[in-house]
């Protein structure tokens, strides 16, 4: 696939406005036709984890306008997207998460991708929460672990404010990955994954979509999802030891914590 032509794929799945968006300039009309029937409208992942119907309305119709070259591009579109949809995210180990489309002529091969894919909120508080959405830091903090995938591999994780999962499945990703590419099928790794999270929705959908089954994430047989109140933390004492810190040094007994963009009320 040209590079040019995945980047718009990425585009459309990550749901970009498309007024931010560019057909590219040295492709054939006929190869963005094919382009857009084969590789998206029949696309598998696509027909089973589509973007909103309300955003493939605007992608669909700056495509049109654009293949017709009818210019009525001083018409507004809605830059904000849907309040909720399924976004997908394709990484690998040699780029970033959110490498910008490239002008430059070459061939990706799809399949050198992972994708990870989620329900989220695209609106900053939802339901009462913040937690119904990814936020920048997660996206950081991810692309260093794909860097440095020695830090999670075969380790007991425990992430605090996991939200609706996306750095649970690239941790239960690369987990699975390194497992399956690295070690002899019937290793016990002692790889664990704990999610965590105060908000009981946000937790339900951060389950959901670790257990989507086109992440690799769904894969991962000991990731588990616990409710978390930093707050009971603040009730230690000599007399009253935390049931918080029983539970984390000898239920969970973490090797490494993870949080992202996590901040506390407490004094």
Same mark, same amino acid.
């Given at each position: ?24 300039? #040295?492709?054939?009309? @006929? ?9 998206? *409208?029949?696309? %598998? ?8 119907? %309300? ?10 306008? #654009? *293949? ?7 018409? @507004?579109?809605?830059?904000? /997207?849907?309040? %909720?949809?399924? +976004?997908?995210?394709?990484? #690998?180990?040699?780029? /970033? ?12 091969? +799809? ?8 329900? &989220? ?21 991810? %692309?260093?672990?794909?860097?440095? @995938? ?6 007991? +994780? ?53 257990? *989507? ?12 999802? *616990? ?7 603040? &009730?230690?004492?000599? &007399? ?11 239920? +969970?007994? @973490? ?13």
């Amino acid at each position: 696939m040209d590079s040019q032509l995945f980047a718009l794929l990425r585009a459309f799945f990550a749901l970009t406005p498309p007024s931010n968006l560019a057909l590219p300039s #040295n492709i054939n009309l @006929p190869s963005i036709n094919e382009f857009f029937v084969n590789d998206k *409208l029949l696309n %598998q992942h696509f027909q089973q984890y589509p973007p909103s119907s %309300q955003y493939q309305k605007r992608f669909w119709k700056w495509a049109i306008e #654009n *293949l017709e070259e009818m210019a009525r591009r001083g018409l @507004p579109l809605p830059n904000a /997207p849907p309040s %909720q949809s399924y +976004i997908t995210h394709f990484w #690998n180990f040699h780029e /970033p998460l959110s490498e910008p489309p490239t002008s430059s002529p070459m061939q990706i091969d +799809i399949k050198d991708y992972y994708t990870a894919t989620l329900l &989220e909120s695209r609106t900053t508080i939802e339901s009462g929460t913040t937690g119904l959405r990814t936020w920048l830091a997660s996206f950081v903090l991810s %692309q260093y672990l794909i860097l440095h @995938p020695n830090l999670v591999t075969s380790k007991r +994780i425990l992430e605090l404010g996991s939200g609706i999962g996306f750095l649970g499945i690239i941790v239960a990703s690369l987990q699975q990955l390194l497992k399956t590419s690295e070690l002899p099928a019937s290793s016990e790794t002692g790889a664990s994954l704990w999610l965590t999270d105060i908000n009981d929705e946000v937790l339900a959908r951060c389950r959901d979509n670790v257990n *989507l089954p086109c992440n690799i994430s769904s894969s991962h047989r000991d990731v588990n999802y *616990l409710k978390l109140d930093w707050f009971e933390s603040l &009730e230690e004492g000599p &007399e009253h030891p935390s049931p918080l810190a029983a539970l984390i040094h000898e239920q +969970i007994d @973490p090797e490494l914590i993870l949080g992202a963009d996590v901040h506390s009320l407490a004094p």
